[in-house]
């Protein structure tokens, strides 16, 4: 049985969980501009040399919020592919459909895109570019996921991964710069899945 957690480190976890919440609120009500530490440390109710300790420099909270919110969307990723057992392009296809329309309705993605000129663009490198968190820990956790559901045997893990990749940079692709509506991105992403992964066994559509 595992050993269940000390005092001191269930209250950093509440306090890095506040710290979060908290910045994510001032994102998504005054943009990303209006975060620093002295504020957000003055709004969660500790010293600022007590939360540069718990979470670094600025850079390393947009990590930490931007990680937090992409686990939101890699549960409703695996769960996509799991109502698809046995077929990874259905699967993968519900997955990128659930992605688009939930960061559609996101907040947090609605606030900083919507800053791509002002203060707000500072946290879109973050987003867009850097390779972690976004990119890298998708491609880890959604690699691994369709792994798990799918097996795909004849597949490298390399092989794999560049498959992965491929969908993934296509999906954040229509998320960060969208020209239609979501079933349209959703049919172009479709069709490039049938192409990635049905000359390996995998029912057309």
């Not at 890699?74 to 519900?94: C, E, F, K, N, Y």
């Amino acid at each position: 049985m595992p050993e269940a957690p000390s005092f001191h480190t269930r209250m950093r976890l509440l306090l890095r969980e506040r710290v979060i919440e908290t910045a994510r609120e001032l994102v998504c009500t005054e943009g990303w501009g209006a975060v620093n530490m002295s504020r957000v440390a003055k709004e969660v109710g500790v010293s600022r040399p007590v939360l540069y300790k718990e979470v670094g420099t600025k850079q390393d909270l947009a990590d930490l919020v931007i990680r937090h919110e992409l686990e939101t969307f890699l549960v409703g990723i695996d769960d996509s592919l799991a109502g698809h057992p046995g077929d990874v392009i259905a699967g993968l296809t519900a997955a990128v459909d659930y992605t688009l329309r939930a960061a559609s309705d996101n907040a947090l993605l609605k606030a900083v895109l919507s800053g791509r000129s002002s203060a707000n663009a500072e946290l879109l490198p973050t987003l867009m570019t850097d390779p972690e968190p976004v990119l890298g820990r998708a491609l880890g956790a959604v690699g691994a996921a369709v792994r798990a559901r799918y097996e795909l045997a004849d597949l490298s893990e390399d092989e794999l991964g560049a498959r992965t990749e491929t969908v993934i940079r296509l999906t954040l692709s229509h998320l960060f710069q969208p020209l239609g509506p979501v079933e349209r991105a959703v049919a172009q992403v479709a069709a490039a899945l049938r192409a990635l992964f049905a000359p390996i066994g995998a029912p057309a559509t």
